[in-house]
């Protein structure tokens, strides 16, 4: 199981970067995936879901109304569209897996929202 987030850096307030992250190694499609963050000095959190094909997610109250997961079941990619960003959402983004009851990670994006 291979995951690649990018998309990060820094955003001015109110930015609206969006995040990708291309998988491999398993059948993309029958998987939920999720994309998680840590700011510094903080437990990773869970932001968003998205069932395996497509039509049910879920947010974190902190970002609800703001980012979307999406993702492409043909390209192997999952997305987080990240709209109105605050500075509290400053962290290392990655996006996760559940496989064969073991937890897979990318190596994280950075996302620094600052002016």
């Known amino acids: 199981v291979q995951l690649v987030e990018s998309g990060g850096g820094l955003v001015q307030p109110g930015g609206s970067p969006r995040l990708s992250c291309a998988a491999s190694?398993?059948?993309?499609?029958?998987?939920?995936m999720s994309w998680y963050r840590q700011a510094p000095g903080k437990e990773r959190e869970l932001v968003a879901s998205i069932s395996s094909a497509g039509g049910s997610t879920a947010y974190a109250d902190s970002v609800k109304g703001r980012f979307t997961i999406s993702r492409d079941n043909a390209k192997n990619t999952v997305y987080l569209q990240m709209n109105s960003l605050k500075p509290e959402d400053t962290a290392v983004y990655y996006c996760?897996?559940?496989?064969?009851?073991?937890?897979?990670w990318g190596q994280g994006t950075q996302v620094t929202v600052s002016s």
């Open positions: 996760s897996v559940r496989f064969q009851n073991k937890y897979y």
């Open positions: 190694g398993f059948t993309f499609s029958t998987y939920a």
